[in-house]
């Protein structure tokens, strides 16, 4: 590990070759771990997973080997199992999965074909977001070489594993990355949340067993495989082993994404790698693990990059989408900008959510518009705490988390808003203007300039 904290396992040698190409990533001891794989039971395999203490990097954090003890074994079923790769990619912020498969597309497979193998499935979806092209164009030339050597289809590596893998293109929408809402998209239908239980790992797609998982998480398998699932454990801290994509952005001189030990200093990934913030601006402020979680300060800067130190400070890590504000900002354009989406992104199933939404965008505007009344400031926490825990899937939590955060937080600046008559940066906020384009879109079909909000 460097003194930076820089630790690449998933990316080592990306740089050095071309690992797009199945010849250089097999140079380099690919497809080593699945010829390992698949003459060891696969009872073992999960273990090794649970050892390894890899939890899902899609958001939520989830133990990987527990989610996969829960799938039954292919004797316990009538249906046949699968596994789904979620790799929606939607998190605002977050760009880590496309840099995995677009530069390490032989990883993912492997690492799904070692799954496939140690749950019993035989066939495996990979939910590719829409917007993906190129992403896509990549994985299916890496998906043909791997075919062309035995690696995928029919008798694996000599052995009685059969793996098929079907890349599915999404069509483009937030919600379709929430696990149960993919499944109904896959199944083509429209992409709606279905409530839970049963839960995947029993009625999934087409109500078979199902594991789903994150690009980065499935792309981890192999190396957990190959060091062996303790070893594994020894990288990162304590419930936060191994390494993560961090996929940094905003207001930082070096943006992109990097490979860190778990538990690294959040300021040493802006500071000592991303560079820190451009013309020795001040940080105001820190989104740690995209747009969905709440916000850290300047002072909470030293706060660790993994699940606990995350959860102390009152946020999460998320999808590892590191999003920097400097002093430019106004903390109610944010708020604004982020509530926009998730009023368009909700898919409207539930009430708090539907509702919430566009309540959060209303007063939100009023408040920027120097036209918000005093007691609205509580009126939208109050909005916020019906939304929260009262939703169907977590998307409703996710819009409102955010928003109440930055309340809390910079509290002062809001009040501001109200106090002053409108927004103290008097147009010099560098968020000024950063409105949804769904919104100008909207205004545009409706001949006006707000989204009407039936409150
Ligand atoms: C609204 C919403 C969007 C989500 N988008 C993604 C996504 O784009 N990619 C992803 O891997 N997980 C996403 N998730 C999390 C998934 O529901 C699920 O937890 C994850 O795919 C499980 O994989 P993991 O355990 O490997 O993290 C999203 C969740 C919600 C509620
Ligand atoms: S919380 Fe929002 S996105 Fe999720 S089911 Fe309800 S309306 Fe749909």
């Not at 316990?76 to 995995?100: C, H, M, W």
């Not at 969905?292 to 909470?300: F, G, I, K």
């Not at 708020?335 to 199933?349: D, I, N, P, T, W």
């Not at 825990?389 to 955060?405: F, H, K, Q, T, Y």
Request: net charge negative; with cysteine.
């Amino acid at each position: 590990m460097t003194p930076s904290g820089l630790h690449e396992v998933l990316l080592r040698h990306a740089d050095e070759r071309d690992l797009t190409k199945r010849a250089e990533y097999e140079a380099v001891g690919g497809y080593r771990a699945l010829t390992t794989a698949l003459r060891t039971d696969p009872g073992e395999l999960v273990e090794s997973l649970l050892a390894s203490g890899l939890r899902g990097r899609g958001g939520a954090g989830f133990p990987m080997g527990r989610k996969a003890s829960f799938i039954p074994k292919p004797d316990q079923t009538p249906n046949p199992i699968y596994l789904t790769v979620n790799a929606d990619e939607s998190e605002p912020g977050t760009f880590k999965d496309r840099e995995l498969m677009l530069r390490i597309p032989h990883a993912v497979i492997e690492g799904i074909v070692i799954t496939c193998h140690a749950i019993g499935a035989e066939t495996a979806f990979v939910y590719l977001r829409g917007e993906y092209a190129t992403e896509f164009d990549v994985m299916a030339a890496a998906l043909d070489e791997a075919h062309e050597a035995g690696y995928v289809g029919p008798g694996i590596a000599g052995t009685d594993t059969n793996v098929t893998i079907v890349i599915h293109r999404g069509a483009g929408a937030y919600i379709c990355g929430e696990e149960t809402a993919l499944l109904e998209s896959l199944e083509g239908k429209r992409g709606q949340p279905r409530s839970k239980p049963p839960f995947p790992a029993i009625s999934g797609v087409y109500a078979s067993p199902t594991l789903i998982n994150n690009v980065e998480t499935i792309a981890t398998v192999p190396t957990i495989v190959g060091m062996g699932g303790e070893e594994y454990a020894k990288l990162g801290v304590e419930n936060s082993a191994g390494t993560r994509l961090f996929s940094l952005s905003g207001n930082v001189v070096k943006g992109g994404n990097y490979e860190l030990e778990l538990g690294t200093p959040l300021r040493e990934l802006i500071y000592d790698l991303g560079g820190g913030i451009p013309d020795g601006r001040a940080l105001k402020a820190v989104i740690p693990g995209g747009s969905s979680v709440p916000v850290l300060t300047a002072d909470e800067v030293d706060t660790a990059l993994d699940f606990d130190a995350m959860a102390q400070a009152g946020t999460m890590l998320g999808s590892g989408a590191v999003i920097v504000i400097d002093e430019r900002a106004c903390m109610v354009q944010l708020g604004l900008r982020v509530a926009q989406f998730y009023m368009h992104e909700s898919c409207g199933k539930c009430t708090p959510c539907r509702e919430g939404t566009r309540w959060m965008v209303q007063i939100l505007r009023k408040l920027e518009a120097g036209e918000a009344e005093q007691g609205e400031l509580d009126l939208l926490l109050n909005v916020c705490d019906r939304i929260l825990g009262n939703c169907l899937c977590p998307l409703g939590d996710a819009a409102a988390m955010p928003i109440a955060s930055y309340v809390a937080k910079f509290r002062e600046e809001y009040q501001r808003h109200i106090d002053e008559g409108g927004c103290p940066f008097g147009g010099e906020s560098s968020l000024e203007g950063v409105v949804a384009p769904v919104d100008q879109h909207h205004a545009h079909l409706r001949g006006q300039i707000e989204v009407p909000i039936h409150a």
